[in-house]
T-cell receptor, first 115, second 113 residues
């Protein structure tokens, strides 16, 4: 079955540590996205990528970094510069193009907490 | 920038009721409007997508409408069931940033037997 796999499901970060969240998709989608969700909040866009080796900042990119070396993979690194990283992180993918009437597909998320 | 608002924030109803969830957006230049369901601790599941040229979409007991001129969308749930309990999120995709979605905060729905 095609889908998006996020790992790990739970992650703990120590002070001053960088951590990387994995996102892999086998849907052959060009675009991938990272969102952050805080309790009672909607999703806020961190970074997105529409093609390999290219990505753009979203609304809350500070303290995060990404790479897109392969179409299937879009890892997110939460750096030590992100002072409030505790949140639920969601990865998504979609087809790109004005003719697209396909929705974004989401993984099951990674919950990041501070130790 | 696109601002998306959802009303009400929470809703608790007995089984069998017909429900209306509201979503409003500030920029009418949307590409599509999407409704998602989120169960606790899980990712989002797509329910309905309405393209900007459409007025409504239906799937089973769900019907979503779109009125671009007034900046509003509604999700209608017929004959609600306890299994419908979840958070419902709407998201608008702006025409100028292909694929990027702007989300509301969601409506938390509880349907009790």
């Amino acid at each position: 079955d095609g889908g998006i796999t996020q790992s790990p499901k739970y992650l703990f970060r120590k002070e001053g540590q960088n951590v990387t969240l994995s996102c892999e998709q086998n849907l052959n989608h060009d675009a991938m996205y990272w969102y952050r969700q805080d309790p009672g909040q909607g999703l806020r866009l961190i970074y997105y990528s529409q093609i390999v080796n290219d990505f753009q900042k979203g609304d809350i990119a500070e303290g995060y970094s990404v790479s897109r070396e392969k179409k299937e993979s879009f890892p997110l690194t939460v750096t030590s510069a992100q002072k409030n990283p505790t949140a639920f992180y969601l990865c998504a993918s979609s087809i790109v193009g004005r003719q697209s009437n396909q929705p974004q597909h989401f993984g099951d998320g990674t919950r990041l907490s501070i130790l | 920038k696109q601002e998306v608002t959802q009303i009400p924030a929470a809703l608790s109803v007995p089984e069998g009721e017909n429900l209306v969830l509201n979503c409003s957006f500030t920029d009418s230049a949307i590409y599509n409007l999407q409704w998602f369901r989120q169960d606790p601790g899980k990712g989002l599941t797509s329910l309905l997508l309405i393209q900007s040229s459409q007025r409504e979409q239906t799937s089973g007991r769900l019907n979503a409408s779109l009125d671009k001129s007034s900046g509003r969308s509604t999700l209608y749930i017929a004959a609600s069931q306890p299994g419908d309990s979840a958070t419902y999120l709407c998201a608008a995709s702006r025409g100028s940033t292909l694929g990027r979605l702007y989300f509301g905060r969601g409506t938390q729905l509880t349907v009790w037997p």
